[in-house]
């Protein structure tokens, strides 16, 4: 595998726990049906703006997730990014209920 690919799953997998509460809120708070979600996750490194807000050292290693909601019609009504700190915390799914 190449720098910057992305390891795809096959599209009928199992949506995670927050992918499934994410869909809930929409059906429920906006009418609106999720299709599917789109999510990556990589190593990166915290912008010198954002080490200098939270007084960390840069540059301070990440794990950064982004994911793209998208409506039964292929529409995108959700494009999230979350930067996490790993001294303390990793990522990991939550497992099925």
Do not use: W
């Amino acid at each position: 595998m190449g720098k910057g690919q992305r390891v795809r799953e096959a599209d009928t997998r199992e949506p995670s726990q927050s992918q499934r509460k994410a869909s809930i809120f929409y059906q429920t708070e906006l009418g609106v049906s999720i299709g599917r979600c789109e999510e990556t996750i990589k190593a990166a490194l915290l912008p010198p703006n954002l080490c200098y807000m939270f007084s960390m050292p840069s540059p301070t290693p990440v794990i950064e997730i982004r994911r793209i909601a998208y409506t039964v019609n292929d529409e995108p009504v959700e494009y999230h990014r979350q930067l996490c700190i790993t001294d303390k915390y990793h990522y990991a799914p939550m497992p099925e209920a």
